[in-house]
C-alpha cells in the first residue's frame, strides 16, 4: 500500500470518488495539502469528513501578497485540530515573483516558527531558489523534519538538503522520458529520505502525462522508484510507506 504524500484534493468535485477511486489502486492514505488560508480550512474539513485523509495548512509563497503577516494566526489556531499532520505548503518561489523576497522569508519564517511550537512537519516549496533555502536552512536549523517537494534540482543541491536534514519528494516528473538526470538524483538519495507525491491535479506522470492527475497515479511513481532503486516493487512500496509515516507521524 502507499501514501500519497502531497495532494490538493480541494480541487476535485467529488472528493470521496477520488479517495475511493485511489485506494482500488493501493493508495491508501492521502495528505491533503493547503496554497492559502481558504484551503487549509477546506483541507481540515475535507480530512475531517473522511477516513485515510489528512491535511496540511500553510500560505504558498506564491500566495502571500493576499496577506499580512498577523494573518497567520489562523495557521496557529488551524495547525493543532484533529487530523492535521503539518503544515506547508510553504517556502520560496522566485520563479513566479522575484520582487517580494523580504515579504516571501518573513512569511516562510514565522510559518516555521508555528511548525516546531506545535511539533509538526515542514513540507517545502521551492522554485528557482534552492541555493536561497538551503543557506537560510544553515542558519536556521530547522528542528522539525522537513521536505522538500517536488524536487527538480540537481545532485549537488539535493546532497546538500540531505546533509541538512531534509527529505526529498519526486511527483510524476521523474517518469518523463527527458527526465534521465533526476532519475540519476533519485538514485543517490538515501532510501530513508525518499518520498513520493502525485502533486494532483498536477503532474500526472506517465503514461497519463498531459492529463488531469489523481492520486491513483502514484502507483506509476512507485514503480519508477522500483527501477531506479532496483529493488522489487513491494519492497519500494514498504522503504516509501515507512519514510511517509515516520514523517507525517501517522
Not at 496554497?35 to 474539513?45: C, E, G, R
Not at 510524476?172 to 538514485?187: D, H, M, N
Amino acid at each position: 500500500m502507499l501514501i500519497d504524500t502531497h495532494a490538493h484534493l480541494y480541487s476535485y468535485e467529488d472528493v470521496l470518488r477520488v479517495v475511493k477511486d485511489s485506494a482500488d489502486f493501493g493508495v491508501e492514505t492521502i495528505v491533503s495539502i493547503s496554497t492559502d488560508l481558504a484551503t487549509s480550512k477546506l483541507n481540515i474539513d475535507i480530512a475531517s469528513k473522511i477516513e485515510n485523509v489528512y491535511s496540511t495548512v500553510g500560505v504558498h509563497p506564491c500566495d502571500i501578497d493576499q496577506y499580512k503577516i498577523d494573518d497567520l494566526v489562523e495557521i496557529q489556531n488551524l495547525c493543532s485540530l484533529p487530523k492535521n499532520k503539518g503544515i506547508g505548503e510553504i517556502g520560496l518561489d522566485f520563479y513566479h515573483s522575484d520582487d517580494n523576497r523580504i515579504k516571501q522569508f518573513e512569511f516562510f519564517d514565522y510559518q516555521i516558527d508555528i511548525a516546531e511550537s506545535n511539533n509538526m512537519p515542514i513540507v517545502i516549496h521551492a522554485r528557482d531558489s534552492y541555493y536561497e533555502l538551503i543557506e537560510y536552512l544553515k542558519s536556521k536549523k530547522i528542528k522539525s523534519d522537513f521536505v522538500v517537494h517536488c524536487f527538480t534540482g540537481s545532485k549537488e543541491i539535493a546532497a546538500k538538503l540531505v546533509d541538512l536534514g531534509s527529505y526529498i519528494s519526486f511527483t510524476g516528473i521523474i517518469t518523463f522520458k527527458k527526465s534521465s538526470e533526476l532519475r540519476e538524483v533519485a538514485a543517490f538519495i538515501p532510501d530513508d529520505k525518499i518520498m513520493i507525491e502525485t502533486d494532483s491535479p498536477y503532474l500526472s506522470p506517465e503514461p497519463n502525462r498531459g492529463k488531469k492527475n489523481y492520486p491513483k497515479n502514484l502507483i506509476y511513481i512507485a514503480e519508477c522508484f522500483s527501477v531506479i532503486k532496483n529493488l522489487s516493487l513491494e519492497d519500494m512500496k514498504k522503504i516509501l510507506k515507512d519514510n511517509s509515516v515516520e514523517f507525517y507521524k501517522l
